[in-house]
């Protein structure tokens, strides 16, 4: 695509070829030819609608400024302000609830106990599983204790450590 300048100057010099090649005059009078001919188009096609254009990509921005500086005017900004102050507030609040909160349900879940194989104290969350750091035997954590996991239909018997006293015979 050529750009206007370049049209007109590729049009004056394809004129002054054509004239050169098809008349005997000079080249002096064959350059003022063409540049007449030349001007005789472009005044001929200077009202030419189909040459008429606009550019607007830079007034689109513009446009909505102005709409948008309407549009408040127009209600008002007193909301803006309230609506404002009202999402800062928030955002500062919010955190400190969240870790308030966040405290208060650890203090209620969070149980440290003993391993009842092993004896290890270790710290678990309520109605969660976890292992034994020290022992690697599964455990589950229900109404702030551990419990040993273990399969279905398994006795679980605690061990008694009994004395033996030796008879004399």
């Excluded at 102050?85 to 500062?92: A, E, K, Y």
Aim: proline share 4%; charged share 20%; net charge positive.
């Amino acid at each position: 695509m050529f750009y206007p300048e370049e049209r007109w100057t590729l049009k004056f010099i394809l004129n002054l070829f054509l004239l050169i090649g098809t008349s005997g005059t000079s080249v002096e009078e064959t350059k003022k030819q063409a540049l007449y001919v030349h001007l005789r188009e472009v005044s001929v096609n200077q009202n030419d609608f189909r040459n008429l254009q606009f550019n607007l990509s830079g007034i689109r921005f513009w446009l909505t400024l102005l709409l948008v500086i309407w549009l408040l005017s127009s209600i008002g900004l007193g909301w803006l302000v309230k609506f404002s102050f009202i999402v800062l507030s928030l955002l500062l609040i919010t955190p400190v609830i969240a870790f308030i909160g966040f405290r208060w349900w650890l203090k209620r879940n969070l149980v440290v106990d003993q391993c009842p194989v092993c004896g290890f104290e270790s710290a678990g969350i309520n109605g969660t599983q976890l292992r034994c750091p020290s022992c690697s035997e599964q455990l589950r954590v229900e109404n702030k204790k551990f419990y040993r996991l273990t399969p279905p239909g398994t006795v679980d018997v605690e061990a008694i450590d009994v004395s033996v006293k030796q008879i004399e015979d």
